[in-house]
Structures are given as structure tokens and as C-alpha cells.
């Protein structure tokens, strides 16, 4: 599994957008780049996921680097209840693969008032 | 988004007792569906992967008689813990993913069962 390096924790100010970043250099080609975040006492959560290019949905955008060795998700507006753990995943992503979800330790992102 | 729904969100239990959790999808088929387990201030960690009608996979370090895991139908995983021990107590979270359609690679999770074992 290709390994990934976030920052331990990140402060952002409420309405105000957050980049966080993710670094994957051992990326295989196939493998899509999938991000989850879980909330206090709750299982995680999907939020966006990409292979190649940039991809925006409902609660945020990812920017994905060209070499696909580093990713970015952006939360444009952040609220207090974006406070939370985001875990960037690579995962295979062939259709009928077993491969599952390997949780690293993610970004602890506090939101600030 | 599809729904995964665990029961019970929580439970205490004496040491010794067995304990049931139930996984449900809600809306979808899942094909596979997963159990992790996540101590406090740390990551989720992969118990077994388990696919409809079939025997579970065990992680490395996970005793299968210790932790039954049964996926009967595509939308029912149950997770056993048997003789539950204090060292047990943790929170256990399901997870399911969609057999077909475009959202067939990503992972849905429950709320999470909270387990203190006495």
C-alpha cells in the first residue's frame, strides 16, 4: 500500500477556507485517492475521492499534483462542524477489488470560532 | 449518501459475556463489508474483511474465534465478540461497500458501537 504523510493537526478560523495536505509519492498508477473524515465518536465519513484530475463535490474539492505524488482537499467555507479527523487513503481502484480502506493516523483539524 | 446503520451504539457487558453487533445497509447491497477497531487516540485498525456467503478474513493479530463475524446477506454483517474481556472494551465500527454502481469503491461506516467490558 502506498504510504501517505499528513500533518498531525491544522487550526483553521470559521467561515474561512482550509487546504489540507496530503503527500503519497509511492502512488501506484491505478490507485484513486480517496479522502474520509471522522467526527468525534462517530465512524468516518466519505468525502471526495479522484485519480487524475481536480474534483469538486458538495463538501469540498480536491487538487490533485500532476506527478499524482501529493493531494489537497479544500474545504472552501470551514464551520465548526468540519472539526474533525481527515484521513487521505490511496486505494486500488479496479472495480470488483477487495482492497480496503488502511487508516493512517490523519490531520486533526480544529476550527476556530 | 448510503445509509449504514449499527446497533447498538453502545454497551456495557461483564467480563466473560459474549456480545452481538449488528451491521446493516440500508440502502444499497454491500458485497463487503469490513470491521475495525479504533482504541482511544488512535486510528482505526482493521479487524477482518468480510464477503456475502462467504468466510471473513482476518487481519494479522486477530483471533477469528474470539471475534465471529458472520455476513449471512448482502446487507447483514454481524460481529461476535466472545468471552469479552476488559482488554476488549473499544470502539468497534462496520463498514460496507456498494457490490455495483459508481459508488461501488467507496466505503460506507456505521456510527460505531461503543464496548466497555467490566
Known amino acids: 500500500d502506498a504510504k501517505t504523510t499528513q500533518p498531525n493537526s491544522m487550526e483553521s478560523n470559521e467561515e474561512e477556507p482550509v487546504h489540507l495536505p496530503c503527500n503519497h509519492s509511492t502512488i501506484s498508477g491505478t490507485d484513486y485517492i480517496h479522502w474520509y473524515r471522522q467526527l468525534p465518536s462517530q465512524g468516518p465519513e466519505y468525502v471526495i475521492h479522484?485519480?487524475?484530475s481536480n474534483v469538486n463535490n458538495r463538501m469540498a474539492s480536491l487538487a490533485i499534483a500532476e506527478d499524482r505524488k501529493s493531494s489537497t482537499l479544500i474545504l472552501h467555507r470551514a464551520t465548526l462542524r468540519d472539526a474533525a479527523v481527515y484521513y487521505c487513503?490511496?486505494?486500488?481502484?479496479?472495480?470488483?477489488?477487495?482492497?480496503?480502506?488502511?487508516f493512517g493516523s490523519g490531520t486533526q483539524l480544529t476550527v476556530l470560532p | 449518501g448510503a445509509v449504514v446503520s449499527q446497533h447498538p451504539s453502545w454497551v456495557i457487558c461483564k467480563s466473560g459475556t459474549s456480545v452481538k453487533i449488528e451491521c446493516r445497509s440500508l440502502d444499497f447491497q454491500a458485497t463487503t463489508m469490513f470491521w475495525y477497531r479504533q482504541f482511544p487516540k488512535q486510528s482505526l485498525m482493521l479487524m477482518a474483511t468480510?464477503?456475502?456467503?462467504?468466510?471473513?478474513?482476518?487481519e494479522q493479530g486477530v483471533e477469528k474465534d474470539k471475534f465471529l463475524i458472520n455476513h449471512a446477506s448482502l446487507t447483514l454483517s454481524t460481529l461476535t465478540v466472545t468471552s469479552a474481556h476488559p482488554e476488549d472494551s473499544s470502539f468497534y465500527i462496520c463498514s460496507a461497500r456498494a457490490a455495483s454502481g459508481r459508488a461501488q469503491n467507496i466505503q460506507y461506516f456505521g456510527a460505531g458501537t461503543r464496548l466497555s467490558v467490566l
Open positions: 487513503i490511496p486505494l486500488r481502484g479496479s472495480s470488483g477489488s477487495a482492497r480496503q480502506l488502511t
Open positions: 479522484g485519480l487524475t
Open positions: 468480510s464477503n456475502e456467503g462467504s468466510k471473513a478474513t482476518y
